[in-house]
Nanobody, 117 residues
């Protein structure tokens, strides 16, 4: 059974930083490495939005709202992904999820990020 487990969220003041982690299980290495790992976020009553993604080789893409502040990375050997979030803003408040495109309907519990003074 494929699972995604996100962690590292919390309450932080504007300008602060958090590092999110995504642990996967049940995904064979060749599948994990076949596509980009992605981070999404969702706020109540809104659709989940793509925040960042990173390919096996390290090519990263970011939503305009987080460019220059967030850095996505991955560990192919351990089949994990990370999201370093710096200079956080109140509008970054959301539940953050990771996902692999081979399993588009499988979602973890997410990790809550709250940016509030």
């Amino acid at each position: 059974q494929v699972r995604f487990v996100e962690s590292g969220g919390g309450l932080v003041q504007p300008g602060g930083s958090l590092r999110l982690s995504c642990k996967t299980s049940g995904i064979i290495t060749s599948v994990f490495n076949s596509a980009a790992m992605a981070w999404y976020r969702q706020v109540p009553d809104k659709q989940r939005e793509l925040v960042a993604s990173i390919t096996k080789s390290g090519t990263a893409n970011y939503a305009d709202a987080v460019k220059g502040r967030f850095t996505v990375s991955r560990d192919n050997a351990q089949k994990k992904a990370y999201l370093q979030m710096n200079n956080l803003k109140p509008e970054d408040t959301a539940v953050y999820y990771c996902n692999h495109p081979a399993y588009p309907t499988t979602w973890g519990q997410g990790t809550q990020v709250t940016v509030n003074s």
